[in-house]
């Protein structure tokens, strides 16, 4: 399941592509009820917000139970300069035992041509 927070669409927009390449479901991390999450991998997607992972995405880490052996990944979109959440999402990771692989910068182009 691939778990997104967006107010723009742009964080929205890469979560249903990415659901739509991997055969995945999407779900708001503001309308997610259940505490326990489930399946093999666990996709988060969200903007940065002043170089830094949005309150309620952060609370969502810390608050729900990520399956054990899942495969947690996640994106993050940016307008402007990047200056990375990996700090403090990196953190927040670690307090739920999970790791986080691959964390790096991308850069999606908006010319690029979609699938």
Known sequence: ???????????????????????????????????????PAVGLVFPVYYGDVPANVQDFVRSHAFPEG???????????????PSGPFSSSWEKRAAILPGAGQYRLSPTAPSA
């Not at 991997?22 to 999450?37: A, F, Q």
């Not at 899942?70 to 990375?84: D, K, N, P, Q, R």
């Open 1 to 39: 399941m691939i778990y997104y927070f967006s107010t723009t669409g742009n964080s929205l927009a890469l979560a249903r592509k990415l659901a739509a390449a991997l055969g995945d479901g999407i779900c708001s991390v503001t309308r997610t009820r259940e505490k326990t999450l489930e399946g």
């Open 70 to 84: 899942a495969y947690v990944y996640a994106l993050a979109t940016c307008g402007s300069t990047w200056a990375g």
